[in-house]
């Protein structure tokens, strides 16, 4: 009997039917109005941690799926219901991965659990700080520093993040920072700003073209101090990490912000898979009730064939997603850039669709009263954040061709 399957077993089909009700009925009914808003929607976020959707027991079931799928079945579900407002509620998800990528597990046992939940016992959240003003795709120009203060056993940190979200409205930070400037991207670590930290504040608020739910924000750091420990990894092994690349040998170790960024791709391709499908429905429905000229205009060969297009192009990105989420979770390498084709593929995917679904209903797609507008502003962002589309070809590139190549 043969081993490969690409059917969802019952608790991956009864997971994906939750949250899509939840998507349906809770989420898609508020997201033109979130959107229009541009404001974080709290009272979905506190629904979603009342049934337990979003909270540190659902990720961690997701996370220990053996086949890696769920996670992106979740993801997929949610952005269906709107990018924004999914990015909202489980934007945090890359602040955790930040901390289970380079963290020690004292630290995630510690860290975890505070990015979801206040001592209140009200829902918290995460936020991953990487990008700067003077360093987007080009994560060995970073800026801030982190200097260890011996005598008080404390990093203190100054800088500006931007393009963070849930950046200064977070309850735990998790900010990547340079140790050692002379070593570039290989001086650099992760470190987790606790809530109420003095020094950390929320700078420029973004007015953004998509996904407006969700929080997108500059954080500052002003001689910001936190202990010792809150250096993901440890000083021990950072120092001996450090002390390996001063001597030309190899660090051992994955860059701080790339850790994150390969495990949290094929999730973010999701998100765009879930757009591209919304957008994909809507435009079959819409062809197959809207008539022109005596009959159904999805029996024109022009508006089939372009739904034809749609739907395979979609499928296949699925799959693209999928391989690379079981790679990662099953402990395959990505040899080939695997994760990055995944996002590039998704991220491309989501604005193709959601620019031929405006196509197909043509006038009616391109006002605000129809969602296909708002589902084609918030596809482009992926290919943007998290690794442009050209970054992610340089790493396939890369990866395909052993070359540096620039």
């Not at 120009?141 to 990093?155: G, I, K, M, N, Q």
């Not at 429905?281 to 197959?288: G, N, P, T, V």
């Amino acid at each position: 009997m043969a081993d490969f399957s690409l059917e969802l077993n019952e608790d991956q089909i009864q997971i994906q039917k939750w949250v899509h009700d939840f998507a349906e009925n809770v989420i898609r009914p508020v997201a033109h109005d979130y959107d229009e808003r541009e404001e974080t929607p709290w009272p979905i976020i506190d629904q979603a941690a009342e049934i337990g959707l979003y909270s540190l027991d659902f990720l961690m079931n997701a996370f220990a799926d053996p086949t890696g799928i769920t996670l992106p079945l979740v993801m997929e579900e949610m952005a269906w219901g709107d990018a924004g407002i999914g990015l909202a509620i489980f934007g945090t998800t890359l602040g955790v991965v930040g901390i289970t990528a380079n963290g020690t597990a004292e630290q995630v046992m510690e860290w975890v659990p505070q990015c979801f939940r206040k001592e209140n016992d009200k829902p918290a959240l995460a936020a991953f700080g990487v990008s700067e003003p003077d360093a987007g795709s080009d994560v060995s120009s970073l800026r801030t520093r982190a200097v260890y203060d011996e005598a008080s056993d404390e990093w203190v940190l100054n800088g500006t993040k931007t393009w963070i979200t849930n950046g200064g409205i977070a309850d735990v930070h998790v900010i990547v920072a340079v140790v050692d400037p002379a070593l570039g991207a290989r001086g650099q670590a992760s470190f987790v700003i606790p809530p109420g930290t003095p020094g950390l504040s929320q700078g420029q608020k973004f007015k953004k073209m998509g996904i407006r739910a969700s929080h997108t924000a500059e954080v500052v750091l002003d001689d910001c101090r936190v202990p010792g420990r809150c250096l993901l990894g440890g000083k021990e092994a950072l120092d001996e990490r450090l002390a390996r690349v001063r001597e030309g040998r190899s660090s051992g170790r994955r860059q701080a912000a790339m850790a994150t960024f390969e495990a949290s791709r094929p999730a973010v391709g999701a998100q765009a898979l879930g757009i591209a499908r919304a957008a994909y429905e809507f435009s079959l429905d819409y062809a197959k009730e809207r008539r022109q000229f005596g009959r159904r205009i999805i029996e024109n060969q022009s508006i089939a064939f372009m739904l034809a297009d749609m739907k395979t192009e979609l499928d296949a990105s699925r799959l693209l997603v999928w391989r690379a989420a079981w790679m990662s979770k099953t402990g395959h390498m990505f040899e080939n850039g695997e994760g990055s084709m995944s996002k590039l593929k998704a991220g491309r995917t989501a604005v193709w669709i959601t620019e031929r679904a405006i196509q197909i209903l043509g006038g009616y797609g391109y006002v605000r009263e129809n969602p296909v507008e708002r589902w084609h502003r918030d596809a482009k962002i992926y290919d943007i954040f998290e690794g442009t589309e050209q970054i992610q070809q340089l790493v396939i590139s890369r990866a395909i061709s052993g070359l540096h190549i620039q």
